[in-house]
C-alpha cells in the first residue's frame, strides 16, 4: 500500500518535473555601460562586474546592448571600452543599442540609421578582433516606429548591416524601482532600500505569472521567454536572488540565438505605435485578439509615487 502510494506520487510528480525542466529564459541587459542616473566610473564597473559576476554563477548567456554615447565619455573611454571588453572576455555577445538612446518614435529615419552606425564602432571593433560581429539590435525604449512604412525600413536598413531585432517578452520595470533604490541608498534609508529590493523581486514573480499565461493564452503552449532588464546597482544587488527563484520556477537560462528558434519568434509582429510593447502582446494584437497591456500588473503605489517625483 505504502509503495503504491509511492508510485502514484511518482506518476504525479513526472510530468510537473518534465514540464518545469523545459522552461528556457534568454537574459538581455540593455545600456552598457550603466542605465539610469549615472554614476561615477568606479560605481559603474562594480556595478558590471557583479553582475557579470552572478551570471558566470548562474551559468546566464546573456547579451548586453550597449550605447556607445555612454562608452564615449572624455577622460574615461578607455576604461569604459574596457567594461565592454569584460563581457566579451565572459563569453557573453554585444548588440546594438544605438549611440544616443534615440526614440524611434520620434526621429527621422535616417538620423535613427546615423545613430546606429555611430553606436556600433567601439563594439564591432572588440568583436571583430575576436573573429565575431553584433548580430541583434534593440530598439531604446523597445520602440519599434511610428508607422509601418518607417518600421520596415529600419528593418531592412538592419538586415543589410547584419542585424536582428533583439525582441522581449518579460519586463520588470527595473529603471523605476532603481530611481527609487537609488534614492533611498543615497539618502541612507535602509529600509526604503530594503522595501524597494523585495517589491522589485516579487514585482518580477509577478510579472512572469502574467506573461507566462499570455503566452499560454496567444500559442496555447510555453514559449522560451526573453527578459529586459538594464545594467544598474539595482540588478546588481538583486540578480544573484532573481535568478535563484527563475530556477526554481523551472527555468534554466540559454543564448538569445537558442530562444529565437522557438517558432514564436517567427509569428507575425505587426503592432505600429508608441508603446514599447511586449513581443506577446505584438503577437496577440497580430492573430486579432485584444491589446491586454492594461491588464499588465502594476508595480506597487509607492514605487510609481517615489520614481515620479525624481524625474
Ligand atoms: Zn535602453
Same mark, same amino acid.
Request: one cysteine or more; glycine letters at 6%; aromatic letters at 10%.
Given at each position: 500500500?505504502?509503495?503504491?502510494?509511492?508510485?502514484?506520487?511518482?506518476?504525479?510528480?513526472?510530468?510537473?518535473?518534465?514540464?518545469?525542466?523545459?522552461?528556457?529564459?534568454?537574459?538581455?541587459?540593455?545600456?552598457?555601460?550603466?542605465?539610469?542616473p549615472?554614476p561615477?566610473?568606479?560605481?559603474i564597473?562594480?556595478?558590471?562586474?557583479?553582475?557579470?559576476?552572478?551570471?558566470?554563477a548562474?551559468?546566464?548567456?546573456?547579451?548586453?546592448?550597449?550605447?556607445e554615447?555612454?562608452v564615449?565619455?572624455?577622460?574615461?573611454?578607455?576604461?569604459?571600452t574596457?567594461?565592454?571588453?569584460?563581457w566579451l572576455?565572459?563569453?557573453?555577445p554585444?548588440?546594438?543599442?544605438?549611440?544616443?538612446?534615440?526614440?524611434?518614435?520620434?526621429?527621422?529615419?535616417?538620423?535613427?540609421?546615423?545613430?546606429?552606425?555611430?553606436?556600433?564602432?567601439i563594439t564591432?571593433?572588440?568583436?571583430?578582433?575576436?573573429?565575431?560581429?553584433p548580430?541583434?539590435f534593440?530598439?531604446?525604449?523597445?520602440?519599434?516606429?511610428?508607422?509601418?512604412e518607417?518600421?520596415?525600413? *529600419?528593418?531592412?536598413?538592419?538586415? !543589410?548591416?547584419?542585424? &536582428?531585432?533583439a525582441?522581449?517578452?518579460?519586463? #520588470? $520595470?527595473?529603471? /523605476?524601482?532603481n530611481?527609487?533604490?537609488?534614492?533611498?541608498?543615497?539618502?541612507?534609508?535602509?529600509?526604503?532600500?530594503?522595501?524597494?529590493?523585495?517589491?522589485?523581486?516579487?514585482?518580477?514573480?509577478?510579472?512572469?505569472?502574467?506573461f507566462?499565461? *499570455?503566452?499560454?493564452?496567444?500559442? !496555447?503552449?510555453?514559449? &522560451?521567454?526573453?527578459?529586459?532588464?538594464?545594467? #544598474? $546597482?539595482?540588478n /546588481?544587488?538583486?540578480?544573484?536572488?532573481?535568478?535563484?527563484?527563475l530556477?526554481?520556477?523551472?527555468y534554466?537560462?540559454?543564448?538569445?540565438?537558442?530562444?529565437?528558434?522557438?517558432?514564436?519568434?517567427?509569428?507575425?509582429?505587426?503592432?505600429?505605435?508608441?508603446?514599447?510593447?511586449?513581443?506577446?502582446?505584438?503577437?496577440?494584437?497580430?492573430?486579432g485578439?485584444?491589446?491586454?497591456?492594461?491588464d499588465?500588473?502594476?508595480?506597487?503605489e509607492?514605487?510609481?509615487?517615489?520614481?515620479?517625483?525624481?524625474q
Amino acid at each position: 500500500m505504502r509503495f503504491c502510494t509511492f508510485v502514484v506520487a511518482v506518476l504525479l510528480a513526472l510530468p510537473l518535473c518534465a514540464a518545469e525542466a523545459t522552461r528556457e529564459l534568454a537574459i538581455t541587459i540593455d545600456d552598457l555601460p550603466i542605465g539610469g542616473p549615472t554614476p561615477d566610473l568606479e560605481t559603474i564597473q562594480r556595478i558590471n562586474a557583479r553582475m557579470l559576476e552572478v551570471l558566470a554563477a548562474h551559468k546566464a548567456p546573456a547579451i548586453g546592448f550597449v550605447n556607445e554615447g555612454r562608452v564615449d565619455v572624455e577622460g574615461e573611454t578607455a576604461a569604459r571600452t574596457a567594461i565592454l571588453e569584460s563581457w566579451l572576455d565572459a563569453g557573453l555577445p554585444l548588440g546594438n543599442h544605438t549611440y544616443s538612446h534615440l526614440s524611434f518614435h520620434d526621429t527621422p529615419l535616417k538620423q535613427f540609421t546615423d545613430d546606429i552606425l555611430r553606436g556600433e564602432a567601439i563594439t564591432r571593433r572588440l568583436m571583430e578582433a575576436l573573429g565575431q560581429q553584433p548580430r541583434y539590435f534593440r530598439h531604446p525604449f523597445t520602440r519599434t516606429g511610428p508607422t509601418a512604412e518607417a518600421k520596415a525600413a *529600419l528593418e531592412t536598413f538592419l538586415a !543589410e548591416h547584419g542585424y &536582428r531585432v533583439a525582441p522581449f517578452t518579460v519586463e #520588470n $520595470a527595473d529603471y /523605476a524601482f532603481n530611481v527609487v533604490y537609488l534614492r533611498a541608498r543615497a539618502a541612507g534609508d535602509a529600509a526604503l532600500a530594503e522595501r524597494t529590493r523585495s517589491a522589485y523581486l516579487d514585482f518580477t514573480d509577478a510579472m512572469f505569472d502574467y506573461f507566462e499565461r *499570455l503566452a499560454a493564452d496567444v500559442f !496555447e503552449r510555453a514559449i &522560451r521567454q526573453v527578459l529586459l532588464i538594464h545594467v #544598474n $546597482a539595482l540588478n /546588481a544587488d538583486c540578480l544573484d536572488e532573481m535568478l535563484s527563484r527563475l530556477e526554481r520556477r523551472g527555468y534554466r537560462f540559454v543564448s538569445l540565438d537558442r530562444a529565437l528558434e522557438d517558432p514564436a519568434y517567427a509569428s507575425p509582429e505587426t503592432y505600429v505605435g508608441r508603446m514599447g510593447l511586449s513581443w506577446l502582446h505584438r503577437w496577440a494584437v497580430s492573430r486579432g485578439l485584444p491589446l491586454r497591456v492594461r491588464d499588465e500588473p502594476d508595480p506597487p503605489e509607492f514605487i510609481w509615487r517615489l520614481y515620479q517625483s525624481a524625474q
